[in-house]
């Protein structure tokens, strides 16, 4: 655990009571908050700084949850005194553990989503509780890099969003423009104790990796900050551009008399720029597709929605599958979207 006098806390740049009423405004109208404290200190300080302003009058009921994925010895310790701090806050707390077997790889990748699927079962369990994490700018900046290097479009360079959903429950992010420096500090000057995490510096994992690139980029101007302005920059395009391409979908959309089948009507939107013919595309895949499926790689899409734009322009027939389903264009422009055998995957000519 580690405290630090309130005078170092403060000269850092601690969150003082009013500005942390700021940032919590969104919260007000939810009417339980389930705030994930790791016992890290970002965590930590969200919690504390939430208990205080949950006292407010007409303030959502607060609760708190520990995830002890088991991972490290230490974790079952760390997680009491998570139970511990929150005692003394006056907040509920309780510890959900991760008992399902441990993948030999991808095991950060599978402990978040265990994570997440915990949570929002708690969440449940509380009466729908709005979930809120402590994702920093720093979080956003190292988000946006590792997504930069697998090559996300526009959706994935908007980063994380101040709220999201997993399943039923709502993900909120209150902090997601405050330095994680901030939260380190706030919980030094509350005198509230913390761990620090070994895994957030094992270099064989991704983010710690991107975490280190990250302290390069910002000696040469490319710091969280700017990375967190791109991500807010991104959201607005995203959003104007999810909205037309929603609208497009349902102007070209026409009834089909056969269930499971989507049918479009592409020859109305011949004319639109590129990104709405692939979002089109892309949004009605993903209304057919299970919950679990998806549309698949980018590029993928992009390949699959310029060979619809040149059948389009020549006014010929093409025939393709993307992600499980078959799209069969005609020459007049209607498209016909219907699911393949489950068996292949990606974009190639379909045969008969």
Known sequence: MS???????????????DEAATFFASLARETRLLVAVSGGPDSVALTGLLAAWALGEGRPALHAATVDHGLRAESADEAAAAGSLCERLGVPHRILRWEAPKPANGVQAAARAARYDLLAREACRLGGAAIVTAHTLDDQAETLLMRMAHGSGPAGLAGMRFRSRRGEAAILRPLLDVAKARLIATAQARGLPFVHDPSNANPRF?????RAAAAFLSEHGLDAARLGLLARRMTRQEEAL???????LERVRMVSPVEGMMRLGLGAIATEPDEILLRVVAKALAEMADAAESYGRLERLEACAAALRAALREGVAMRRTLSGFILSLDPGGLLTIR??????????????
């Open 3 to 17: 405290a630090l006098p309130e005078r170092a806390g403060e000269a850092a740049g601690a969150i003082a009571a």
């Open 206 to 210: 991704e983010r710690v990796r991107w």
């Open 242 to 248: 999810d909205a037309l391409a929603a609208a497009a």
């Open 339 to 352: 699911p393949e055998g489950r068996r292949r995957r990606g974009v190639h000519p379909a045969t008969s």
